[in-house]
């Protein structure tokens, strides 16, 4: 019913800043779900940034909070990442998901629709 792409990644020093972009089409996307996880090379794929239709609150891991930003457009049918402060430990394949069901937001199966990813790298 959706399809996402992401874009925006590369490679970036410490302290420095970048912004993902997650663009979506297929159906009426301001009425999903979305999120951002990010997964390093041999390791599990896990939960950074979500956000629903609804004006509530996003939702950030504590390893990012005060440093990223969530946030979507319905009109262009984007959801971006603003990453601010980078870490060589925020290096990964960074993905954006979405769902049109309820769901613990912080955990994989929610998400039925998934980005290719984009890959982060944060150089020391």
């Known amino acids: 019913q959706v399809q996402l792409k992401e874009s925006g990644g590369g490679t970036v020093q410490a302290g420095g800043s970048l912004r993902l972009s997650c663009a979506a089409s297929?159906?009426?996307?301001?009425?999903?779900?979305v999120a951002w996880f990010r997964q390093r090379p041999g390791t599990d794929r896990w939960f950074v940034a979500a956000?629903?239709?609804?004006?509530?609150?996003?939702f950030y891991t504590d390893l990012v909070k005060g440093r990223f930003t969530i946030s979507r457009d319905n009109v262009n049918n984007t959801v971006h990442l603003q990453m601010n402060s980078l870490k060589p430990e925020d290096t990964a394949v960074y993905y954006c998901?979405?769902?049109?069901?309820?769901?613990?937001?912080?955990?994989?199966?929610?998400?039925?629709?998934w980005g290719q990813g984009t890959q982060v790298t944060v150089s020391s």
């Open positions: 956000m629903d239709w609804r004006d509530r609150e996003p």
């Open positions: 998901a979405a769902t049109s069901s309820a769901g613990y937001y912080r955990a994989q199966a929610t998400y039925g629709y």
């Open positions: 297929g159906s009426t996307f301001s009425r999903y779900r």
